[in-house]
């Protein structure tokens, strides 16, 4: 233990004090951590004064990044702001014994959000009038009779509806211009995960998690035995054509309620036009759903930040990240050896399936997936959370890196927006490997590496798109080994995305 001599005395007490300000921010964000387990225990105790308050956390989980608008982290620095806290929260926010002591979302019924239920004239439907006590089960209710329902979560919409219901299922997937992608299933709990899949002890360890991921797995085949078991199978169209399910848990109160109150295993998918990021606010959703719900769940406390749900595959080798967002980011990952002095490095990612960086001595602060640039509305979220997360680390970048492919949407803005002098093209399959390097925290003098890189195409240093490529490569540079021979493509991008002409023309 290393000890330090003060030249004034000690404090003789422990105190939390008012924020200071200050011109660096050391501390990182919280990442978005879903309900625990005495929090669960205490939403569904009908003697608990929230019970079924759809808002209960305290400091061990609840809304982090998603409501947070600057720091240091404090509720008149996020969207709580305009709760202001009733006697009883300010006693347990106040007192060092209570596991809400300095929780800053805590909130109840009395001086917390709201939740109702509208339908698409934007009129709040009364429980009442479905036979229900509140709209979370008057929600459930809909659902179970074949409604489609926008849910305003914690970093977004999803839309809900029963997963066991073909003919629900199959109109969702018409009226969100999705006809094949596989849907995520939401269930109330960890045995019910079982009923319809074959996860694995590391799965169910992540899905019980505070990150509460979606984990795509095996589905359980359905014997006949199983089939008296549960009536409620999963409908086909909710992943067509596949032997394997995304699943998730109750990451919230709001959710574990609908799961409690409905029953059956629910469809939870981001709601959003195919493309398009998913909604965060009230008056977009009901402009940019109407048509696709049939009835919107919603609350009014402020998405600041888009979270969509992160998703991982079950794999033989263990668990693989696909989509790294709600509950891992912005939580930094560690630098390998050797990049300790590392200059601050803004990187901006590709064009499809985009996510930033930061980069400092502090670690890779990745930013939660954002979505294809080439979508007008995920490029104006692109911009918006960059200077959101800039502004939150008062983050000025020395260096920014950047795909070499000069339309990239990406590319231009740096180009327009940064002295040249500091950007930095990088090629985009060397991209891939030096990551892969980098999650094995291969150090920065680490031999070369061959690196096989089939994840589509990249602008070339000969300025050819590049495919299918083998690269002997390092973390400073590359040599082209190898490469699959290119091939015609008529008409552009387009062929890219319909693939099956191309085959007909060979």
Request: charged share 20%; with cysteine; net charge negative.
């Amino acid at each position: 233990m290393d000890a330090v001599s003060l030249s004034t005395p000690p404090p003789n007490s422990f105190d939390i004090v008012e924020s200071d300000e200050s011109a660096q921010i050391n501390a990182g964000i919280p990442v978005d951590a879903a309900v625990c387990s005495q929090c669960i225990e205490e939403t569904l105790d009908p003697t608990s004064r929230r019970y079924r308050y759809p808002f209960t956390n305290c400091t061990h989980c609840g809304p982090r990044l998603t409501i947070i608008r600057a720091l240091p982290y404090d509720r008149p620095k996020t969207s709580m702001e305009t709760f202001p806290l009733c006697k009883a929260c300010e006693k347990e926010y106040s007192d060092p014994a209570d596991r809400r002591f300095h929780a800053q979302p805590v909130a109840c019924f009395e001086c917390g959000p709201t939740l109702k239920l509208c339908d698409d004239s934007q009129s709040e439907v009364a429980p009442s009038s479905l036979g229900a006590i509140d709209a979370i089960q008057a929600a459930a209710s809909l659902m179970k009779q074949g409604k489609i329902v926008a849910i305003k979560g914690l970093g977004g919409f999803h839309l809900a509806c029963d997963a066991t219901n073909d003919d629900v299922v199959s109109e969702l997937r018409s009226r969100k211009q999705r006809p094949s992608k596989p849907f995520a299933v939401m269930v109330g709990n960890t045995e019910k995960v079982f009923t319809y899949c074959q996860p694995s002890t590391e799965s169910i360890n992540s899905l019980e998690s505070a990150a509460s991921p979606v984990i795509i797995m095996p589905s359980q085949p359905v014997t006949a035995s199983r089939k008296e078991v549960s009536q409620s199978k999963i409908a086909p169209s909710v992943a067509p054509n596949l032997t394997e399910l995304g699943v998730m848990l109750p990451s919230t109160p709001l959710h574990l309620l609908l799961c409690h109150d409905a029953d059956i295993p629910l469809v939870m998918t981001s709601a959003n036009l195919s493309g398009n990021p998913q909604c965060t606010d009230n008056e977009d959703a009901f402009s940019d759903l109407r048509g696709i719900a049939d009835f919107w769940l919603i609350h009014d406390r402020d998405i600041v930040s888009r979270a969509d749900d992160s998703v991982l595959r079950q794999t033989q080798r263990g668990l693989q990240v696909i989509r790294r967002a709600r509950g891992f980011a912005p939580s930094p990952s560690p630098l390998p050896k050797g990049f300790e002095q590392s200059p601050n490095v803004l990187a901006l990612g590709g064009e499809v399936k985009n996510a930033f960086c930061l980069l400092s001595e502090h670690g890779a602060i990745l930013s939660q997936y954002i979505g294809d640039l080439e979508s007008v509305k995920v490029w104006e979220d692109f911009q918006r959370t960059l200077n959101h997360f800039q502004s939150l680390y008062r983050f000025e970048p020395e260096r920014v890196a950047v795909d070499c492919h000069p339309e990239y949407l990406a590319t231009k803005y740096t180009k327009a927006t940064f002295d040249n002098a500091s950007v930095i093209n990088i090629q985009h399959h060397h991209a891939h490997i030096a990551a892969c390097m980098g999650d094995n925290l291969l150090p920065l003098e680490h031999d070369k590496v061959l690196g096989v890189v089939f994840d589509g195409l990249g602008f070339g240093e000969d300025g050819t798109i590049w495919g299918g490529e083998f690269l002997l490569a390092d973390y400073r540079g590359f040599q082209r080994v190898g490469h699959l021979s290119p091939v015609p493509l008529p008409g552009g991008t387009q062929a890219i995305i319909q693939l099956g002409e191309i085959w007909l023309l060979g």
